[in-house]
């Protein structure tokens, strides 16, 4: 595998919604909606999170993507990452990713620590017997080892934040994808937790990083996707962060 190597291809991709889905279903809503046409109903309820975004990741690249609250960033990692379909259009993905999108959404609330590294490491993928191996290192890293026959619904987001953390790490992926997940914890992980990754991303993973902090997209990213209303208005090095933050205070 050369450095040079395309490890993600998005093609087009467009992802709708559907608000309405959503509604409660009255007797009076449904006399309303006899009344209402077809094509205007549906185009009211249409919510087009992503429009035909196109772009390439090469093999060791560290992407971040900046944008408004409810750009797509979000979305958009979720369909690279597989955890939803685009509407239209397709991805490619050459090689294992660790999706580190929504930490502790695998968990079990109800089940201890301990349980939910071994229930979280077979959501991800990982054998029993990689996670015996790898057991110590996890528990070490989230410094958690105290609470390990804990139920996780006793434990505060910081905590399962970093429970999540250092099971999805365990392995280091050809692909990364993570979302907001270093600003959660207290700034000592927080330090940690960006170490860990820098650490991954020296070893050659292909990284895709949604982040509010500018900062931080300077600090990790190689180049910058600029995401609004669900289309890309730019792609380039990170100056174009100074670009958008000029834009933010112009609105």
């Not at 695998?106 to 490491?121: C, H, S």
């Not at 054998?127 to 110590?136: A, T, W």
Request: charged residues 25%; aromatic residues 8%; neutral net charge.
């Amino acid at each position: 595998m050369t450095k040079n190597e395309v490890m993600i291809e998005v093609e087009n991709v467009s992802m709708r919604f559907n608000l309405g889905i959503e509604k409660g279903f009255s007797l009076k809503q449904g006399f309303v909606n006899l009344f209402k046409k077809k094509k205007e109903k549906k185009k009211k309820n249409e919510f087009w999170a992503l429009r035909d975004v196109d772009y390439k990741v090469k093999r060791g690249e560290v992407v971040g993507f900046i944008g408004s609250n409810g750009a797509g960033k979000s979305t958009m990692l979720k369909v690279v990452a597989g955890v939803m379909k685009p509407t239209k259009g397709q991805v490619k993905v050459y090689g294992n990713i660790c999706p580190m999108i929504e930490l502790g959404a695998g968990f079990d609330m109800q089940l201890t620590a301990r349980e939910n590294i071994y229930l979280n490491g077979a959501v991800l993928g990982y054998s029993k017997e990689l996670i015996d191996s790898k057991f110590d290192d996890i528990v070490e890293f989230s410094e958690l080892r105290d609470f390990l026959d804990v139920p996780v619904q006793n434990f505060s987001s910081g905590m399962i934040a970093r429970l999540a953390f250092s099971v999805a790490t365990i392995v280091e992926p050809e692909v990364l994808i993570v979302d907001e997940i270093l600003s959660v914890g207290d700034i000592a992980f927080q330090a940690k937790s960006e170490e860990k990754m820098l650490s991954m991303i020296n070893g050659g993973t292909t990284v895709l990083y949604v982040s509010h902090s500018i900062e931080a997209i300077k600090k990790i990213c190689n180049r910058v996707i600029w995401i609004e209303q669900g289309t890309i208005k730019k792609i380039g090095g990170v100056e174009i962060c100074d670009q958008y933050i000029e834009y933010m205070n112009g609105k």
